[in-house]
T-cell receptor, first 113, second 113 residues
Framework: AQSVTQLGSHVSVSEGALVLLRCNYS??????LFWYVQYPNQGLQLLLK??????LVKGINGFEAEFKKSETSFHLTKPSAHMSDAAEYFC???????????FGTGTRLKVLA | NAGVTQTPKFQVLKTGQSMTLQCAQD?????MYWYRQDPGMGLRLIYY???????DKGEVPNGYNVSRLNKREFSLRLESAAPSQTSVYFC????????????FGSGTQLSVL
């Protein structure tokens, strides 16, 4: 069975500081991993996805994530936070042969001026 | 390009009432999904339709029914609403594979009193 754990339901950073949102997954088969962002009163939008190949994945808005198989992690980072990054972020996992995405419980990012 | 359109955006029901949430996509996607989002629980899959003419249960199907009316439209019906169904409901679609990103509608906020 697949699962996703996001550590920290709320994260606060200062504007200009590093953003680090943590995601660990469990999967018995090679996973496909995703980060989605949700702005207030909107649906989720894809930030980035990992399928196979390069372990460092670059996404939109300056975000990137590194797939570490040995640590079963897929943490999301951004070198310098901007006020517009304030949103809720969801990690998700799926695998070939199933239509079921498994979403984490989400991390709400607050950016302090 | 409208993407995924959900109606209504807000709805208040009394316990025992019925209603149908509508979803349509204009991207010629084969697969469509209904999720519910509850605080601290992330997104949970209610039902999905891998292709026109097929539907399958997700993680939390009890109390819901779905209809894949055609390739564009996928509706979610609550036959007898309960307070436990108070949630934000999202429709999503993707082309035809689990490693494809999901496109989300803007959600329906449902309150059952």
């Amino acid at each position: 069975a697949q699962s996703v754990t996001q550590l920290g339901s709320h994260v606060s950073v200062s504007e200009g500081a590093l953003v680090l949102l943590r995601c660990n997954y469990s999967s018995s088969v090679p996973p496909y991993l995703f980060w989605y962002v949700q702005y207030p009163n909107q649906g989720l939008q894809l930030l980035l996805k990992y399928t196979t190949g390069a372990t460092l994945v670059k996404g939109i808005n300056g975000f990137e994530a590194e797939f570490k198989k040995s640590e079963t992690s897929f943490h999301l980072t951004k070198p310098s936070a901007h006020m517009s990054d304030a949103a809720e972020y969801f990690c998700a996992v799926s695998s070939s042969g199933t239509y079921k995405y498994i979403f984490g419980t989400g991390t709400r990012l607050k950016v302090l001026a | 390009n409208a993407g995924v359109t959900q109606t209504p955006k807000f709805q208040v029901l009394k316990t025992g009432q019925s209603m149908t949430l509508q979803c349509a996509q204009d991207m010629n996607h084969n697969s469509m999904y209904w999720y519910r989002q509850d605080p601290g629980m992330g997104l949970r899959l209610i039902y999905y339709s891998a292709s026109e003419g097929t539907t399958d249960k997700g993680e939390v199907p009890n109390g819901y029914n779905v209809s894949r009316l055609n390739k564009r439209e996928f509706s979610l019906r609550l036959e007898s609403a309960a307070p436990s169904q108070t949630s934000v409901y999202f429709c999503a679609s993707n082309r035809d594979a689990t490693n494809e990103k999901l496109f989300f509608g803007s959600g329906t906020q449902l309150s059952v009193l």
